[in-house]
């Protein structure tokens, strides 16, 4: 793997490293963008942008563009600035997503555009001896890419259950059967010390959403995600709220409105036992639609014309939707995004979620608050290179990417 070179420290009072991440920020959004305009967005001195400009473009992550000069212009030519993404020497970063029972590989430009993914299948494998085989697939992964001479700046992994991205560790991962796993280290060192950032996969597709969604995520979002675990996240103006110990976004228990479904923790009715991937393949089998608890096979099912599969998403579809709704109405949150695997295949289950949760809520009765995160189907890969992505653009200066 070819290393980025250690960053230099801002240094005074750090206002060169704040300018910095927002003359970066505003090339994100606007970008390609001359710098007299990245004054303009940002209210920065042309002075200041210049000279971090000039900061961005030696650490590689910005690019002057002159061929988008105008030949004809008067006056001194403003050369337009972007965000480093050429395909030959643009700089990378890797998401690892840690799912159950397969975790998928993801190469990202600074855009966070999904590059190239592949999935590592590990159902067979002891959840203990799992790290040091996802460490040799991602590396074999990286050296396959064909990524040339791009700098890969570094490695984000997320995975679901309770995860402290200070100490990088899976504190609790109940599916995997994890408790005080130093997962960050391990694969660091799987990585020959090449630095890895950890974190929740419902807190990284949040921070996903708020780098490249859409603009109201900026504002305040709740992102509720629906797997074999079932977890969430809350941004507020640009920050996803992690709580104490990182324990934030715990909704497993959060009750569903007529659920009656038995949950391990002795209760009926909780989200995690109504709607989890598990609880639903569970109950496919009992109904004949399916061979074994496969939710991908569910979905796969009503794609091919299964009515009883159709019906059954759509069952778990209005669930997830009173479970929306009651989030709206405590949160209000600008935007809702429901990471949920059928309707991002097919947006009539988001539909249902939509109705349902508008139907429930005393706050909300625009379905237009709700929506799919803006990867699609990427958003896993993608929401995992964002673990890496989001330190980066909040302190590009100083960021750790060697």
Known sequence: MTAAPRLFRATGDGRRETNAATVLRTVLDHGPVARRAIAEHSGLSQAAVSRQCTDLV??????????????????????????????????????????????????????????????????????????????????????????????????????????????????????????????????????????????????????????????????????????????????????????????????????????????????SGCLEATVSNTAMARTAVRRGIVPWPDAFLVVDAAAAGDRRADRLLRERARAVGRATALLLDVLNPDLVVVTEHASLTNPEYLEEIKGAAVDHSHVCQDPGRIVSPHAGTAVLPVAAGAVVLNPLFRNPLTASVR
């Open 58 to 267: 030696n650490l590689g992550l910005v690019r002057e563009l002159p061929e988008l000069v105008a030949s004809n212009g008067v006056g001194r030519p403003q050369i337009p600035v972007d965000l480093h993404t050429g395909q030959s020497d643009g700089p990378v970063v890797a998401g690892v997503h840690i799912g159950v029972p397969a975790s998928t590989f993801g190469l990202l430009d600074l855009r966070g555009r999904l590059l190239d993914r592949r999935t590592f299948p590990h159902g067979d494998i002891a959840p203990g001896d799992l790290p040091p085989l996802i460490v040799r697939s991602l590396r074999a992964f990286l050296d396959e890419t064909g990524r040339g001479g791009r700098r890969l700046l570094g490695v984000g992994a997320a995975l679901g259950g309770w995860v402290d991205p200070g100490t990088g560790t899976a504190v609790r991962h109940a599916t995997l059967g994890w408790a005080g796993r130093p997962l960050a280290a391990e694969l660091t060192r799987g990585l020959d010390g090449f630095e890895v950032r950890v974190d929740n996969h419902a807190r990284a597709v949040a921070q996903s959403e708020i780098l490249f969604g859409r603009p109201e995520a900026r504002r305040s979002l709740v992102h509720l995600f629906i797997g074999n675990v079932v977890d969430a996240a809350l941004g507020i103006t640009g920050v996803v709220h992690q709580g104490p110990g990182s324990g934030a976004g715990d909704v497993a228990h959060l009750p569903v409105p007529d659920s009656t479904a038995v949950c391990p923790c002795g209760r």
